[in-house]
T-cell receptor
Framework: AQSVTQLGSHVSVSEGALVLLRCNYS??????LFWYVQYPNQGLQLLLK??????LVKGINGFEAEFKKSETSFHLTKPSAHMSDAAEYFC?????????????FGKGTRLHILP | DGGITQSPKYLFRKEGQNVTLSCEQN?????MYWYRQDPGQGLRLIYY???????QKGDIAEGYSVSREKKESFPLTVTSAQKNPTAFYLC??????????????FGAGSRLTVL
């Protein structure tokens, strides 16, 4: 069964600094990987996804993530943090060969932006 | 605009009462899902349905029930058997692809508080 581990339930960065949110996954088959963002009292929005092909994927709001099979990682980065990036971020995985296709979420990382 | 509508946004319930959360989508998606979100726990899957009149239990189905009589609607009933029902409930939907990742579209959520 697949699983997701997000390192750090809270991350604080200064405005303008690099954002790095860590995600490691476990899957017995090639995975599909996702990052979602949640603003307070709202649902989740898709930031980006990896399915096949290029391992560096770009998403909305300047975020990107790199799939590293050897490290079973899919870390999320943004070169320069903005105050509007403050939110909770969820990494998720589903198994590409499983048409039942349940999506498993990590426990989330809350990103704080310091002025 | 297409999307998912969850109602009510806030709901208070006395212990021992059943309550039904509504989820309606106009995206023409085949699959619908219910997740429960608790602080620091991420999203946990309660039930999902990939086709009308069929649904499957997720990881934490005990104390919950669902129905899928129409493609557009997937209501969740929180029964008195659910021991700790206070949580944020998220409904999501997706198309069902023969290949490629199923991306979830989320509603804005319903916050249930048991008094």
């Amino acid at each position: 069964a697949q699983s997701v581990t997000q390192l750090g339930s809270h991350v604080s960065v200064s405005e303008g600094a690099l954002v790095l949110l860590r995600c490691n996954y476990s899957s017995s088959v090639p995975p599909y990987l996702f990052w979602y963002v949640q603003y307070p009292n709202q649902g989740l929005q898709l930031l980006l996804k990896y399915t096949t092909g290029a391992t560096l994927v770009k998403g909305i709001n300047g975020f990107e993530a790199e799939f590293k099979k050897s490290e079973t990682s899919f870390h999320l980065t943004k070169p320069s943090a903005h105050m509007s990036d403050a939110a909770e971020y969820f990494c998720a995985v589903s198994e590409s060969e499983n048409r039942d296709d349940k999506i498993i979420f990590g426990k989330g990382t809350r990103l704080h932006i310091l002025p | 605009d297409g999307g998912i509508t969850q109602s009510p946004k806030y709901l208070f319930r006395k212990e021992g009462q059943n309550v039904t959360l509504s989820c309606e989508q106009n995206l023409n998606h085949d699959a619908m899902y219910w997740y429960r979100q608790d602080p620091g726990q991420g999203l946990r899957l309660i039930y999902y349905s990939q086709i009308v009149n069929d649904f499957q239990k997720g990881d934490i189905a005990e104390g919950y029930s669902v129905s899928r009589e129409k493609k557009e609607s997937f209501p969740l009933t929180v029964t008195s058997a659910q021991k700790n029902p206070t949580a944020f409930y998220l409904c999501a939907s997706s198309i069902v692809r023969s290949s490629g990742a199923n991306v979830l579209t989320f509603g804005a959520g319903s916050r249930l508080t048991v008094l």
